[in-house]
């Protein structure tokens, strides 16, 4: 009794495993193969992409912003016009504050890792009151 509670879940395995390896793929509804000749990809150039005035392309040009500062959810974050105000001078950043009406010149640094969580990382170059 013993041997035929074993043989009958081993001639069962054997049975599924079997019918899986005839499966070539070529029933109905099956997934066509992949090509093997690759897809061309087409990636937007600066050109292709919308002008937004105001708003830095983000492809290292000088741009300048005016109006005026919003703190971030973070200490020690600034925004301006949805920009994160990066710093390189202490100075100019002990000059600023939340409130603040300013016109700023930098570059936008949109790969920049940041701990403010919002706002494009936008390093500033120099301040000026707006």
Do not use: W, Y
């Not at 741009?63 to 100075?91: N, Q, Y």
């Amino acid at each position: 009794m013993l041997i035929r509670r074993s043989v009958v879940p081993v001639a069962l395995l054997l049975a599924l495993s079997a019918g899986c390896a005839n499966n070539t793929g070529t029933e109905t509804g099956a997934p066509a193969p992949a090509s093997a000749t690759p897809e061309s990809v087409t990636t937007p150039t600066p050109a292709d992409e919308p002008s937004v005035p105001g708003k830095p392309s983000g492809d290292g040009d000088i741009t300048t912003l005016t109006g005026k500062i919003a703190a971030g959810v973070e200490p020690g974050c600034l925004l301006l016009d949805g920009h994160l105000l990066i710093f390189s001078d202490a100075a100019q950043k002990g000059s600023v504050k939340a409130g603040d009406q300013i016109t700023v010149t930098g570059k936008s640094e949109p790969g920049l890792m940041t701990t403010c969580q919002q706002g494009e990382p936008f390093k500033v170059s120099s301040v000026a009151a707006g």
